[in-house]
């Protein structure tokens, strides 16, 4: 989650900046998508800086400074001499990109980023908590489609409270 101190357009950034819901949002010819006022408002537009990153699943991420500065110390975390933590890194560091937003709230999507996802034309945005993913429209359909069903397995799982000991079962029903 983002925690901070004050922005530049009054918002507290004392509690978390949960980010949540989708919005489908057209691309215009210059890869231009509007970021929901919503999320614009509870991470300080005008004085944001964003970076857009490969993601999984087909989509990116696009991340907060201070979420992509959290997600670089946990990764920092990892042993450079372990091999998939070092292709990880090359393969999502060299390809951040850093997005300004303009006064209309749109950001510009590399070609080579939009390219990961497959998507043309339209977007999903997806609010994750700390950062937004974007979907083709027709992949974020198919995952709900083929996701939705196993909604409770997955809640169970990201939801076990984790006592010191791997695949803890929650306390309680």
Not at 42 to 58: E, I, K, Q, V
Not at 141 to 154: L, N
Request: net charge negative; glycine share 10%; aromatic share 8%.
């Amino acid at each position: 989650m983002l925690w901070g101190l004050m922005v530049g357009n009054g918002v507290l950034w004392g509690v978390p900046v949960l980010l949540c819901g989708s919005y489908r949002r057209a691309l215009d010819d210059k890869l231009r998508l509007a970021i929901p006022s919503s999320w614009r408002e509870g991470l300080g537009f005008p004085d944001l800086r964003l970076y857009l990153a490969p993601s999984t699943d087909g989509s990116l991420a696009l991340y907060p400074e201070p979420c992509l500065q959290a997600l670089a110390r946990r990764l920092d975390q990892q042993s450079p001499a372990a091999t998939v933590a070092r292709h990880f890194r090359r393969l999502f560091y060299s390809r951040i990109e850093g997005v300004e937003v303009d006064r209309q709230g749109r950001i510009r999507i590399p070609a080579e980023l939009l390219s990961l996802t497959g998507a043309q034309g339209e977007i999903m945005l997806i609010g994750v908590g700390d950062h937004i993913e974007l979907w083709s429209v027709d992949a974020w359909q198919r995952f709900i489609e083929q996701q939705t069903a196993r909604f409770d397995e997955f809640a169970a799982e990201a939801l076990a409270v984790r006592t010191g000991s791997a695949g803890a079962e929650p306390e309680g029903d």
